[in-house]
Nanobody, 121 residues
């Protein structure tokens, strides 16, 4: 599975961004999807995950209530809607995919190239 993330950018505190991740190469609905992020000098951390049909989602406590993960299997795309952004959300965001619904485990089989999100204070 090839993953291409987009939608990152610079936004002010309290603003919103929507990340997209387009998948290709395999049957998209066979894969659970997720997002991780990594800030400079920090370890990579789980953000959100979504099951194969989209019927189940799971979030890190730090983003719960502010971020929403969704997917459109007809478009082979997963989204991350990010609202009420904070400076601590600044990171490179990575789209991930795996046949298993791994939730916050970071051993997903496929990783995208990352997209930078910067939140200014």
């Amino acid at each position: 599975v090839q993953l291409q993330a987009s939608g990152g950018g610079l936004v002010q505190t309290g603003g919103s961004l929507r990340l997209s991740c387009a998948a290709s190469g395999r049957t998209f609905s066979d894969y659970a999807m997720g997002w991780f992020r990594q800030a400079p000098g920090k370890e990579r951390e789980f953000v959100a995950a979504i099951s194969w049909s989209g019927g189940s989602t799971y979030y890190a406590d730090s983003v719960k209530g502010r971020f929403t993960i969704s997917r459109d299997n007809a478009k082979n795309t997963v989204y991350l809607q990010m609202n009420s952004l904070k400076p601590e959300d600044t990171a490179v965001y990575y789209c991930v995919a795996d046949r298993e619904y791994l939730l916050l485990q970071d051993d997903y089989d496929y990783w995208g190239q990352g997209t930078q999100v910067t939140v200014s204070s």
